[in-house]
């Protein structure tokens, strides 16, 4: 069963911007905290940003300022707005929604490369 179906990956140079979507039923959307997560070859997954229902949010430190998450609940999407790439963003991105349980969507993959 698909709970979390993500969108938005792909290539993109240096500088440049995506943004990834994460849809989820209206049940999760609503009740649970949703995020990205991101893998790097060779590197354990680490946290990207979360959104709660209530729109808090939190980010890794090291990307205050390029990435942005936001909850759109006419959807039941979240995006993640990524500007300023680095080739060291590359990496598959997952989304993740965990409240009373804890899903993870397919992951897509964002390279950052000339």
């Known amino acids: 069963q698909v709970v979390l179906v993500e969108s938005g990956g792909g290539l993109v140079q240096p500088g440049g911007s995506l943004r990834l979507s994460c849809t989820a039923s209206?049940?999760?959307?609503?009740?649970?905290?949703m995020g990205w997560y991101r893998q790097a070859p060779g590197k354990q997954r680490e946290l990207v940003a979360t959104?709660?229902?209530?729109?808090?949010?939190r980010y890794a430190d090291s990307l205050k300022g390029r990435f942005t998450i936001a909850r759109d609940s006419a959807t039941n999407t979240v995006h993640l707005q990524m500007t300023s790439l680095k080739p060291e963003d590359t990496a598959v991105y997952y989304c993740?929604?965990?409240?009373?349980?804890?899903?993870w969507g397919q992951g897509t993959q964002v390279t950052v490369s000339l």
């Open positions: 993740n929604a965990v409240y009373t349980s804890q899903y």
């Open positions: 209206k049940t999760i959307f609503s009740t649970y905290i």
């Open positions: 959104v709660t229902p209530y729109n808090l949010t």
